[in-house]
């Protein structure tokens, strides 16, 4: 899928750094979006013939396999994986952490219709650092830390040992903020004044924040980071500089970036309020987010839509290989003919996945008769207790209803798969703002499977109400107490869910698929991910070497 190109222009070439990436299930060093749109967007760079190469670290024992306890209880197992596909590239970096040099080995993978991605690895046999990159965002801080400098630091030093040329560093989230550090100090090594390197550094990066809240930003205290090594030959006051004291990953990525971006309009706003008052940040806009479709939209689906088939027999197949996958598991037994709704979250966001429930004389006969069924998939943090406690209730909901309701564990890219195309309904229904994006909506959106969300994230620019979807009108939450605004947004739920949603599933199955064909309408170019790369290209790569170029012709 290469395209139409001046000749003589060019592309930028870009060097992509974040800390997970989601791929396939078999490569488990990923555990939630973020890394699931890394590795969409590395995909759609080589269909789009981009130059572009991705760095991350490999996670040697993943992220967690979670499972669930007799008592409904998430515990979290660790394998060391096979990673015999990767190539290894015979290239080693150091890098110095706690004042030791700490070697880690760099591999190749390209195997899964990505650009090359380059992934550190300080956990190879005999390694005496193997800690540092074990579980992804398993450890305490010094572990975090330790990774931070391995992905940043380490990963500079990669493309610089593997000969690459980089116009553009793109840092997706502020885990890989110390690439920043080793960018000034080459510089400053070679003779520039920190001011001046910072100012060229600045130059080459773009920064994408992806929090909505600014008590999700990654904030560290000065002392650690000196034990750890990530000052990397700056001082206290140009460490402050970049990202204050105490220092914020966040502040850091702005301040060392020539453009910043949120991850949807309403994020991009989000993003300003929050962080627009300070001085010395660029320009902040927003790319929204976008899936790859290759990797989620069923094949048939896409066909049926573009020739005008038969969407809803390919969606009852769907439907039917995720219903027999949860037999299979031993997790019940659904009907193919009951509307079935998905809800599949992080278990932070997913504080309200009950609220479906909490008024039991209204929703018990839906769920009693099975007219209503409900699968919900997700993973807590292994240290969040109260995320497991969540889990833990929802899975009580399974054991009151265990034809209607049903909890899969070790929520992954396989399981989405099955969830994003095997649903009917894709529901979204957090408190706002909880979303920055959210992605696995247009995962459903591009299968037919119609979203019933609040207009969080991503939702307000593609979904429109009753056409191709569903809006909630939930509460905005002033003046009301959380008791209340969940009491207002559960009947809200209620009134959508049963006055429109089952009515129109059980009664006009003809207009349910004229929903499906729009909300396909919607998602397949405006929330892929190719719109999304030729987006980063056009508004971010580009004008930075445009003003590099510009800069180098004033001075010859
Ligand atoms: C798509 C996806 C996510 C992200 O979904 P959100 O809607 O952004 O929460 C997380 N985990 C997996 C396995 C996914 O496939």
């Not at 991850?263 to 309020?273: F, Q």
């Not at 940040?281 to 839509?305: C, M, Y």
């Not at 459903?444 to 994230?457: H, K, R, T, Y």
Request: hydrophobic share 40%; with cysteine.
């Amino acid at each position: 899928m290469s395209e139409y190109r001046p000749t003589g222009i060019e592309l930028p070439h870009v060097a992509y750094f974040c800390m997970e990436y989601g791929l396939d299930a078999t490569l488990p060093i990923y555990s939630g979006g973020l890394g699931i749109l890394a590795g969409d967007f590395i995909k759609a760079a080589r269909e789009l013939g981009r130059p572009l190469v991705a760095i991350g670290i490999l996670w040697r024992q993943g992220y967690t396999q979670q499972h669930i306890d007799e008592n409904g209880q998430a515990y979290d197992i660790y394998d060391d994986y096979d990673f015999s596909d990767l190539k290894d590239t015979g290239v080693t970096v150091r890098v110095r952490i706690q004042e030791q040099d700490v070697t880690c080995k760099v591999w190749l993978c390209d195997t899964y219709g990505n650009v090359p991605l380059y992934l550190l690895d300080a956990g190879y046999p005999g390694s005496p650092h193997a800690w540092m990159t074990q579980r992804l965002y398993g450890g305490g801080r010094t572990e975090r830390i330790a990774a931070e400098i391995i992905l940043g630091i380490g990963g500079v030093r990669a493309l610089r040992a593997l000969g690459f040329n980089v116009d553009v560093f793109h840092f997706n989230e502020g885990h890989a903020v110390f690439a920043g550090m080793e960018l000034i100090r080459e510089k400053m090594d070679r003779g520039l004044s920190f001011e001046r390197a910072w100012h060229d550094t600045r130059e080459e990066i773009v920064f994408t924040t992806h929090t909505p809240v600014a008590a999700g930003n990654e904030v560290h205290d000065h002392d650690i980071l000196f034990q750890m090594g990530a000052y990397n030959g700056l001082n206290y006051d140009q460490m402050r500089f970049l990202g204050g004291d105490p220092f914020s990953m966040t502040v850091a990525g702005l301040r060392l970036s020539y453009m910043a971006n949120g991850v949807s309009k309403l994020h991009g706003r989000t993003v300003h309020r929050m962080w627009g008052h300070l001085e010395a940040i660029p320009l902040i806009f927003s790319i929204t987010n976008g899936v790859h479709p290759g990797t989620w939209q069923d094949p048939r689906i896409k066909e049926a839509f573009e020739k005008r088939g038969d969407l809803f027999s390919i969606h009852m197949d769907n439907k039917r290989r995720l219903i027999e996958h949860i037999r299979d598991k031993g997790l019940g037994n659904l009907r193919e003919d009951a509307l079935l709704i998905g809800f599949a979250r992080r278990a932070a966001s997913y504080k309200r996945g009950d609220l479906i429930f909490r008024n039991p004389d209204v929703i018990d006969p839906y769920l009693a008769t099975g007219k209503i069924q409900i699968v919900f998939s997700a993973k807590a943090h292994p240290a969040d207790t109260m995320g497991k406690e969540i889990i833990a209730r929802l899975v009580s909901f399974q054991k009151r209803y265990p034809n209607s309701v049903v909890f899969i564990d070790n929520y992954n890219m396989d399981i989405a798969k099955l969830l994003v195309r095997g649903c009917d309904i894709w529901l979204n229904n957090p408190r706002r703002p909880q979303e920055a994006s959210g992605t696995s909506g247009m995962k459903a959106a591009m299968n037919g499977v119609l979203n019933l969300s609040i207009e969080d994230g991503w939702v307000g620019e593609g979904v429109q109400d009753g056409i191709n979807g569903w809006l909630l009108d939930f509460h905005p939450g002033e003046n009301l107490s959380p008791v209340e605004q969940d009491e207002w947004d559960m009947n809200s739920l209620y009134q959508v869910l049963l006055q429109e949603v089952v009515p129109m599933y059980y009664n006009n199955r003809k207009h349910w698929v004229e929903m499906m064909m729009l909300s396909i309408d919607m998602s397949r170019w405006q929330f892929s991910s190719h719109r999304m790369c030729r987006e980063y290209y056009d508004l971010m790569y580009t004008p930075v070497t445009n003003n590099k170029r510009q800069a180098v012709a004033q001075t010859v």
